[in-house]
């Protein structure tokens, strides 16, 4: 992991942020030993908090994994649910496994599939986490803004992505990020901000 700000800021954090909940604590260590990409505790706390704050009905995930950050804002939801897609099966049934041990599981729905695609069935979509294939962002966006509320949010993840952002000589995963914020920052009915956390956060508001 490149660190976008300073390597020991970001251990300070991190550091500070050490989750009470034993299921987060063995979800991370999962995601570190195996090195599957989980967007840490430092983003986790920040979905949590949005989530608090916007106290949403219907959250919907694009790339789940095994759950946790879908772990992390199913623990912020009062009434609300939570859509986690993913296409593997078995990441899933993982999720589905620590979601029913933090008595989570009555809040979540679990979708086998391609993710936009699931997603496109939903309307008035109040958080739309999007963490898939970085080439399908900006489409996922085209696809799915009118299903979102007006107030909702969508947050984006890796939208620094290792800071190659700024480099010249852009990779196709680069160039894809590049055009997804600059067409997040151009939609005039949705107010946007990068915060520079861990691998860079998108979030944005529908305006109208």
Known sequence: MNFITNPDIESYI??????RDPILLEMEEIGHETGFPIVDRIVGRLLYILSKIKDPKLIVEL????????YWFAKALDKGKIVLTDLSPENLNLAKKFFTAGNLLEK????VGEAVEIA????????????IQKTKYKKAVE??????SIGGIIIAD???WKGKVIEKNLDKQTKAIKEFNEYMFSLENFFSVILPVRDG??????IK
């Open 120 to 131: 496109s069935m939903y309307k008035n979509i109040d958080i739309l986490f999007i963490d």
């Open 158 to 160: 890796n939208t620094l």
């Open 143 to 148: 696809t799915l803004k009118e299903n979102l």
């Open 108 to 111: 979540a729905e679990f979708k």
């Open 201 to 206: 956060v998108l979030v944005s508001y529908k």
């Open 63 to 70: 790339g789940s994994g095994f759950g946790y950050s879908g």
């Open 14 to 19: 991190y550091n500070l942020s050490v989750p």
